[in-house]
């Protein structure tokens, strides 16, 4: 969506990609280990989370919620001793939404490796008022040729979500008109 798609009350100027874009970097410890002896994918769930609300908060200039997470992909295991890079920028805005896209990185915190991709993520955030309400965001301005890929493959996870969203309310709706409970 961009400014000229909203209405006159609803035109908030724009911001480029750059502007809320954010990384977070963390050491992983022995604390944050599962029975494998590798990092847990919650702790890094948690530190994608932690940097997606970050960079929402900032997009919009105010608080943001965490509506959904998609595609969360784990590439590589993630070690003690790691150093995690979590990287994000918001990659397409709505009225009041916005897909966060997260980046993780691994590099061993006392070598001087290049880090590596270890997983990545998409989550959608709501930007909401102090009554919890949903709020309007400005639109995503995307800078570079990654950054307008992004915002079109983001419009395809969109597109995708509400469709798969609307086929399992009709299933659900056709089953109880049937009489049959879930």
């Known amino acids: 969506m961009t400014i000229q798609d909203r209405s006159p009350e609803q035109q908030i100027a724009g911001k480029p990609t750059s502007a809320a874009r954010t990384t977070l970097s963390h050491i992983m410890t022995g604390s944050d280990t599962?029975?494998?002896g590798t990092v847990h994918g919650?702790?890094?769930?948690?530190?994608?989370?932690?940097?997606?609300?970050?960079?929402?908060?900032?997009?919009?200039?105010?608080?943001?919620?965490?509506a959904s997470m998609d595609e969360m992909a784990f590439l590589e295991p993630v070690r003690v001793g790691d150093l995690v890079h979590v990287k994000a920028q918001v990659n397409w805005t709505g009225r009041s939404s916005m897909e966060v896209g997260v980046r993780v990185l691994a590099e061993r915190w006392n070598e001087s490796?290049?880090?590596?991709?270890?997983?990545?993520?998409?989550?959608?955030?709501?930007?909401?008022d102090e009554n919890?309400?949903?709020?309007s965001v400005p639109p995503v301005l995307p800078e570079t040729e990654k950054d307008r890929r992004r915002y079109q493959e983001a419009q395809i996870r969109?597109?995708?979500r509400l469709a798969r969203r609307r086929a399992i309310k009709e299933l659900r709706d056709a089953r109880a008109a049937e009489g049959i409970e879930d």
């Open 132 to 135: 919890g309400k949903p709020r």
């Open 34 to 36: 599962n029975l494998l």
């Open 158 to 160: 969109r597109t995708h």
């Open 42 to 66: 919650g702790v890094i769930m948690k530190l994608v989370d932690d940097v997606a609300g970050a960079v929402a908060g900032r997009h919009s200039g105010g608080p943001a919620v965490t």
């Open 113 to 128: 490796t290049p880090a590596v991709q270890v997983g990545s993520a998409y989550l959608v955030f709501a930007a909401v």
